[in-house]
């Protein structure tokens, strides 16, 4: 908890209260009317809420390093008793297109370039190693749409489904190891933003998914009936843009209801809390925007969880 009001005062330095402006404007050229990308909405850092104008494609490509050696009890970080100790490195393709001005398709296809995954005792060998893996994970899809703006309020809802195109090696290091879960979800978001001036923001976000219960056999050939808990996530934090590079941090909770195997309890419900810092910088001009991101994510504090450390880089870019 100091953590935390420790960053969340440090944020605070940045906050300058002000009057927001409009995230899009009407050119006109030639008596037609053409909408561009403009500050703050497609600043260095966009709106949490913003949306594409139509026609307009955002491309985007990742490559994250993530790693889980430890987890939470009851606040307190610990190392598996029984392995789980996770390693990867994904390379993840997201590409958006502004349908309308107010609606925006979106796929996210992550692929894990390298894995080394130590499932302790999780199978029937005491230590067993997989490396070296190559597959595709969990692929997203999603619609988002803009409701509204009002004064210094911005609001978007966001729906759709995860595929089950991963192949995890084990369910309970699925999340972690970066393959995601392997079974069907449905992912439903609302965003938001409270703007402070021109150049600054507060970014807000409430999801929820729900996990489909699925059917399959395990190492030792039984059969067994799973449902993943459903699992809800709250964001809250700060975005400063200048004019070529914007940096901000949130901070991140996550709640999942227990794991079931043939509708008895095999994982207690858990939690997580993170913080995330971002720092992008590149040419916001309206035509020729693009962007170079980093972003780090590293636990606080949770129960029944693993810690979950994630350091990335993006580049990424608008065009018609």
């Known amino acids: 908890m100091k953590k935390i009001l420790v960053v969340m005062l440090l944020m605070g330095?940045?906050?300058?209260?002000?009057?927001?402006?409009?995230y899009a404007v009407e050119k006109i050229s030639s008596g037609v009317k053409e909408y561009l990308l403009e500050k703050p909405t497609w600043g260095m850092i966009e709106w949490n809420s913003a949306t594409l104008p139509q026609g307009y494609w955002y491309p985007s490509f990742e490559m994250v390093y993530?790693?889980?050696?430890?987890?939470?009890?009851?606040?307190?970080?610990?190392?598996?008793?029984?392995g789980r100790d996770s390693t990867s490195y994904i390379i993840s393709g997201k590409l958006q297109y502004g349908v309308?001005?107010?609606?925006?398709?979106?796929?996210?296809?992550?692929v894990v370039a390298t894995?080394?995954?130590?499932?302790?005792?999780?199978y029937l060998k005491p230590k067993k190693f997989k490396t070296g893996a190559t597959s595709v994970g969990d692929i997203r899809l999603f619609l988002k749409y803009h409701i509204f703006d009002r004064y210094f309020w911005s609001v978007s809802a966001e729906a759709g489904p995860t595929l089950p195109t991963g192949q995890p090696y084990n369910k309970v290091s699925a999340k972690q190891s970066g393959t995601g879960d392997g079974q069907t979800d449905l992912n439903f978001a609302l965003k938001g933003d409270i703007l402070l001036n021109e150049e600054s923001f507060i970014k807000l976000n409430l999801g929820f998914t729900h996990q489909f219960q699925r059917t399959y056999r395990n190492q030792a050939d039984s059969l067994i009936k799973e449902k993943l808990g459903d699992?809800?996530?709250?964001?809250?934090?700060?975005v400063r843009n200048?004019?070529?590079?914007?940096?901000?941090g949130s901070i991140e909770y996550y709640w999942w209801q227990a794991t079931k195997w043939n509708d008895?309890?095999?994982?207690d419900p858990a939690y997580l809390c993170n913080l995330s810092l971002y720092f992008t910088i590149g040419d916001s001009q309206p035509q020729k925007q693009g962007k170079l991101a980093f972003f780090l994510d590293f636990p606080l504090t949770g129960d029944n969880a693993a810690?979950?450390?994630?350091?990335?880089?993006?580049l990424r870019s608008i065009f018609k």
């Open 13 to 22: 330095f940045w906050v300058h209260l002000g009057i927001a402006s409009a």
């Open 66 to 82: 993530l790693s889980t050696q430890t987890y939470f009890d009851k606040g307190k970080e610990k190392d598996f008793p029984r």
């Open 100 to 110: 309308t001005n107010k609606l925006t398709f979106g796929v996210d296809i992550p």
């Open 115 to 122: 894995q080394k995954v130590d499932t302790g005792g999780l």
């Open 231 to 238: 699992y809800l996530e709250t964001e809250a934090g700060f």
């Open 242 to 248: 200048f004019r070529t590079f914007g940096m901000g």
């Open 264 to 267: 008895v309890v095999h994982l």
């Open 307 to 314: 810690a979950i450390y994630r350091l990335g880089i993006s």
